[in-house]
């Protein structure tokens, strides 16, 4: 093959080196703009399973490398004037100058034609000429830019700046130095790279970074390997304690807003993207050499392995495309954390670490108990301390007081509209749904939506509390699960608003009704997407009406013997449509403004609130972002949560969507956790009320991450409950716990220990006359070169 490589970087590089390897015959060139002895940046972090493949692709690098790596495997956590060491994390590490200089000998002595301080031809006559051509010409490449129809790019500039820096101060492990400073929170990344020094990021929020006075220079600019010096002296001030004496190094040192790059297609005819130009990832979760690398293991194994480059090109990206979005969404979960420090200020400093090392969702409370035992068991006891236990059990086995009720533990059926009502009444149906969640063993079960009119319905098949016949009905299946387990059993009500009159979900949801349908309600004549009723924008009357539903709804509940209530406002029904401006366009004083729009939904919970006795549970669930453009965000989410707290909530249900048909939600494992979050550490925390997580939240080992992490204080699972109805007891027995908060109803008791399966119960025999050498502890090893660089050799 003849192949052209634009970009002379570690994975253009790296890529020229493994064809020429496959094949001596490939004519490889490669054009770089910049000089050889040009690289910015000071340390790259490779993982060992990348190590791994580097060693098998390429054996003279991997050795190399391995001999001027620097090994560890602590992170040390600096917050509120404490450090905590957590292990088992295993790092490795080296500088990027050397990186560069071993790839670029290694291309050179293997007969690639590599082109310093050239700039490569017009791509287009690059790809005419030569059988393949990549573009590896990193984060603002020109060749993304010119075929920009056939990748389809999207860059996310975020909120927060950082700038790359290095100090001559050698850390032994990774460092966090989280830092609370009078402008705001400000924390470096920090990890050694060689014997002689270590990598220093410094990153703020653009809120923190003005206010701290670093935008001085927003308006200088600076000539290619032109560092920020008054920046860079303002951070050494800052952080004089943390650096020790120690000098702050620069290379081409500036601040820089991180731009996360996504490709709907990473290739054009015979031109393919890799590394910076196809998709980056955010620094805190990895090194964008380390992704570029694996792209190029990745491409030249395809390209050897298809007899046609538009195969092989296919190949590659099939493969390559999932482990990439696996790391980006990573990345996205990071640097989101990151960009939200400040909310963390005042957390307890355990807690602050463990929430630090799960932020991404890749470590999680029992894959932390495989890395370092020893501080997996500090979290679990450190959270039993901040909720006054004197026993450490799973973080979901707490008990939990919402409001005026005691929860046995902190798992949720969350609410989930069955459409199995007749005229609103819950029948048989309704006693063994909502009997069998409770007696598998969850904390507190909520009810569907039930509706407080008879227009208020989303379907004819939705319960009520219009009518006393419908109160007894739901007194009887409170009665059952209060007799038949410990678990509590809340009401969640609401009202259909424009989402109202339509078929039942299995008929075609959201479609409305061809016969028997009825008027709906909103705040304006909108309908909820394309083909769905227009609504009636209610006056002032109508909304007097609704309101009183609502309250008459909540004293039916009441004496139906509900121990907690939930007021719906979220998902597009009727309140939740007052909160968006998408669905509330109305000219009047409920519209517009912010505080307009959160005028009758704040006037019902009000009116609820006032009837709702005292000694019970009073909450809102809420949609913590519209996603979609013009909508509310998460940032709407905490001023509304703020208000309805204001109002006496004692909890904050946190879900999100479904307020207009054309929302495009970022789906995901736990993929709501981040808004509960925000929510509870900016507002509900400091106020005592509880903030309840929801969405896709699936494992008990996720459940006692979220709450072991200070995200939530109660976590609220549905479809998980539909799957199996007995979750909760079954997550008790696979965690070994048997304590009050997982009571067996004593019908079930011989099923509480997990059954046998296949040989996992095997006993097996002693087979050695000696004890086997036992291996060395790894789980804490520091970089330290001058004492054990020759033991750190060994042990890998």
């Known amino acids: 093959m003849k192949i052209a490589v634009i970009g002379g970087g570690p994975g253009g590089l790296y890529f020229a080196a493994l064809m020429k390897q496959l094949d001596s015959n490939h004519k490889v060139t490669v054009w770089e703009r910049n000089a050889a002895s040009d690289t910015f940046g000071f340390g790259v972090v490779f993982s060992d399973e990348t190590l791994g493949g580097i060693g098998n692709a390429d054996p003279v690098v991997a050795e190399y490398m391995s001999r001027r790596f620097a090994r560890w495997s602590d992170i040390d956590i600096h917050f509120r004037d404490q450090m905590h060491t957590v292990g088992g994390q295993g790092f490795a590490a080296m500088s990027r100058k050397e990186l560069l200089e071993l790839l670029q000998r290694r291309s050179i002595e293997l007969g690639v034609d590599v082109r310093f301080s050239t700039m490569a031809p017009d791509v287009e006559q690059l790809s ?167 792209d190029a293991l990745a491409l030249a194994a395809c390209l050897h392995e298809h007899a046609d480059v538009d195969r092989a090109l296919a190949a590659y990206e099939t493969e390559r495309r999932p482990v990439v979005e696996s790391t980006q969404r990573a990345a996205q979960a990071s640097l989101e954390w990151f960009e939200n420090i400040g909310q963390y200020k005042d957390q307890d400093p355990v807690q602050f670490c463990f929430n630090l090392l799960t932020r991404s969702r890749r470590i999680t409370a029992e894959n932390l108990k495989l890395r370092d035992p020893g501080f997996a068991q500090t979290v679990e006891a450190n959270f039993a301390r901040l909720n006054g236990q004197q026993h450490s059990a799973p973080a979901m086995f707490q008990p939990y007081t919402l409001g005026g009720i005691e929860l046995a533990n902190r798992v949720v059926v969350s609410s989930m509209d069955m459409y199995s009502a007749s005229e609103g009444v819950p029948g048989e149906f309704h006693l063994v749904h909502l009997g069998s969640k ?91 997407g394309e083909g769905c009723h227009v609504p009636v924008a209610m006056d002032r009357t109508q909304m007097d009406e609704v309101r009183q539903q609502f309250v008459d709804a909540a004293r039916r509940a009441d004496a139906a013997g509900f121990d907690a209530l939930e007021v719906h406002m979220a998902h597009g029904y009727l309140l939740s449509s007052f909160l968006s401006p998408l669905s509330n366009q109305r000219t009047d004083e409920y519209g517009g403004s912010f505080a307009n729009r959160l005028r009758f939904p704040l006037e019902v919970l009000d009116a609820v609130r006032e009837i709702w006795p005292a000694d019970k549970a009073l909450g809102v669930r809420v949609s913590a972002t519209d996603w979609a453009e013009g909508g509310n965000t998460d940032d709407d989410a905490v001023l509304i949560s703020q208000a309805f707290i204001e109002h006496g909530a004692q909890f904050i249900d946190v879900s999100s969507g479904q307020v207009v048909k054309s929302e495009k939600p970022a789906f995901g494992r736990s993929y709501q ?30 459940a006692n991450s979220i709450l072991l992490a200070g995200r939530a204080d109660l976590i609220a699972l549905g479809r998980t409950h539909l799957y199996n109805p007995q979750w909760t007891l079954q997550a008790a027995a696979e965690q070994d716990y048997a304590g009050a908060a997982a009571l067996w109803p004593k019908q079930y008791k011989a099923g509480r220990r997990k059954p046998p399966s296949a040989r996992t119960d095997a006993v097996r025999p002693r087979l050695s006359l000696l004890p086997q050498n036992q291996e060395e502890d790894l789980t804490h090893v520091r970089w330290t070169p001058d004492a054990n660089a020759s033991a750190l050799t060994a042990s890998h």
């Not at 507190?444 to 509390?465: A, Y």
């Not at 005592?688 to 996720?702: K, M």
């Open 128 to 294: 005419a000429e030569y059988d393949l051509v990549l573009a590896a010409d990193g984060l603002n490449s020109a060749v993304r830019t010119k075929y920009a129809q056939s990748f389809k790019p999207s860059l996310d500039p975020r909120t927060s700046k950082y700038m790359w820096l290095g100090t001559d101060q050698v850390f032994e492990a990774f460092k966090f130095f989280v830092k609370e400073t009078a402008a705001g929170t400000m924390q470096i990344h920090g990890y050694p790279y060689s014997d002689e020094g270590s990598t220093f990021i410094v990153e703020m929020h653009e809120d923190v970074w003005r206010a701290a006075g670093f935008d001085e220079t927003e308006n200088e600019v600076f000539a290619p390997g032109v560092s920020d010096q008054k920046a860079v002296d303002k951070v050494t001030e800052i952080f004089a304690d943390e650096l020790a004496g120690y000098k702050v190094l620069t290379n081409n040192s500036k601040w820089i807003n991180f731009t996360t790059v996504r490709n709907e297609n990473w290739r054009h005819e015979n031109i393919v993207l890799l590394g910076d130009s196809a998709h980056t990832a955010h620094f805190s979760i990895g090194s964008g050499t380390k992704l570029a690398m694996e």
């Open 438 to 528: 409770a007696q598998g063993g969850a904390g507190l079960v909520m009810t569907e939506m039930v509706c407080v009119s008879d227009i208020g319905r989303i379907t004819p098949g939705c319960t009520g509390l219009y009518s006393d016949e419908q109160a007894t009905a739901w007194k009887r299946i409170t009665e059952y699960v209060h007799s038949n387990s410990q678990a509590k059993i809340g009401a969640q009500i609401g009202h259909s608003g424009r989402k109202g009159s339509t078929k039942l979900m299995w008929e075609g949801i959201d479609q409305p009704l061809e016969e028997g349908n009825w008027e709906v309600l909103a705040p304006s004549a909108l309908p909820y």
């Open 673 to 702: 956790t981040p808004f509960a979050d925000k929510i509870r550490n900016r507002v509900a925390a400091a106020a005592g009320v509880a903030v309840i997580a929801v969405g896709a939240v699936s494992t008990w080992d996720d």
